[in-house]
């Protein structure tokens, strides 16, 4: 008898583009490893759309507007409880349509990108044999991601296995695999930039270093024009902008430096990783995605202005390790850039922490880890 492909729902948010990446890179290893039948469901988005393009508005101006706020609402909300009164709240939003999707699609397995943990409790309603793994996608450990009743959790660090194990998750359920992200991180010929875009990728060169700017998928990191204005003076760098989908931003930076011989600008890409093997070190936002591609990539990370919550966690985490360094002002992320061109050797010791902290093929690992347990459970089901 044939056995049927393995059904696996994957909730995620539209909160930034973390979330659904990563759900994406676990779905196409789930697809290629087992052949598997995967949907993606933003689980906010379809259960209430209204709450949840506020909650996005919400969420993005607090970035620039009101981050000390969101910070302090993140923190103080950290060591938060599932079964806390705020928890059940949290947990509450989208169980009628969670519902309906698991009558309508009968998932052997679901995955959370995202902390909306609707489904523990959901599963227990409904009477389901159903396991539940949550992929966390931070360098930082908001409790909103604990759950005493989820099966399997994927974390970036062994440092999050302690912590989620010190915070009363069972350490056999915390796999320490890394975050997931695309592929060809791993494999350079796996989705290089067609010919026409590989053009606007200068090659390295050895007698100059090649800054990556990456802006995030809004275009948002603050000062980012200041910021151009002063690396654009230094004659030993190259620089690489990603302005993601500000066009403003990109038509204000190609007006600035159409003549500039060492400036390139690009919007909205999907060839990250082969302008990060086209760069020497980078500047980015520390969103969990985008310093998991960094360190995959083997670049030294500056961080300029993090934003108080789990972007500055993040890059507080790595600094400590020595992967990253932090920039509170132009003039010293400026002074960092000039440290790391002028001494080599300082970013010799970055790329070794890099090296200690990357992990190989995370999406593969938690989709060949995932696949083991249907395994396990359908042997369990025929063998009971």
């Avoid at 990109?250 to 400036?263: N, R, V």
């Avoid at 520390?286 to 360190?295: D, K, M, Q, R, V």
């Amino acid at each position: 008898m044939e056995v049927s492909a393995p059904k696996i729902l994957i909730l995620y948010a539209s909160y930034g583009e973390g979330h659904v990446q990563a759900a994406r890179a676990i779905m196409d290893s789930l697809r290629r490893l087992g052949h598997c039948e995967v949907q993606l469901l933003d689980l906010m988005a379809e259960s209430h759309p209204w709450l949840n393009g506020l909650t996005k508005f919400v969420y993005m101006q607090s970035f620039k507007t009101i981050p000390q706020l969101y910070g302090w609402v993140y923190n103080i909300t950290r060591g938060m409880q599932a079964k806390s009164a705020f928890g059940h709240v949290l947990h509450s939003f989208g169980m009628r349509q969670l519902a309906l999707t698991l009558k309508k699609e009968s998932p052997d397995l679901v995955i959370h990108t995202f902390p909306q943990l609707a489904l523990p409790a959901l599963r227990r309603k409904m009477g389901m044999n159903l396991p539940i793994v949550n992929v966390v996608t931070d360098f930082d450990l908001h409790g909103r991601w604990l759950h005493p009743d989820i099966d399997r959790y994927y974390v970036a660090t062994e440092d999050l296995q302690q912590e989620a194990a010190q915070r009363g998750i069972p350490i056999e359920r915390i796999a320490a695999t890394g975050i997931p992200i695309h592929a060809s991180f791993y494999n350079p010929s796996g989705d290089e930039a067609a010919p026409d875009q590989q053009q606007a990728i200068p090659p390295l060169q050895t007698e100059r270093t090649t800054l990556l700017i990456m802006a995030g998928a809004y275009g948002v990191l603050s000062g980012i024009l200041d910021i151009c204005r002063h690396l654009s003076r230094l004659p030993q760098l190259r620089l690489l902008i990603v302005c993601g989908r500000n066009q403003q931003l990109k038509a204000e930076l190609d007006a600035l430096y159409a003549d500039h011989p060492d400036i390139y600008t690009y919007g909205f890409v999907d060839y990250v990783p082969a302008l990060m093997r086209a760069s020497n070190l980078v500047i980015t936002k520390p969103g969990g995605i985008t310093l998991s591609e960094s360190i995959a990539s083997g670049l030294p990370i500056l961080v300029f202005k993090p934003v108080p919550g789990q972007e500055l966690n993040n890059a507080l985490y790595l600094q400590q390790k020595g992967a990253a360094r932090i920039a509170r002002t132009t003039e010293e992320l400026i002074q960092h850039c000039l440290d790391l061109i002028s001494t080599p050797s300082l970013a010799g010791e970055m790329k070794q922490v890099i090296e200690s902290l990357r992990k190989p093929h995370p999406a593969d690992q938690i989709a060949e880890d995932i696949l083991q347990q249907l395994v396990d459970k359908r042997t369990s089901v025929r063998t009971n």
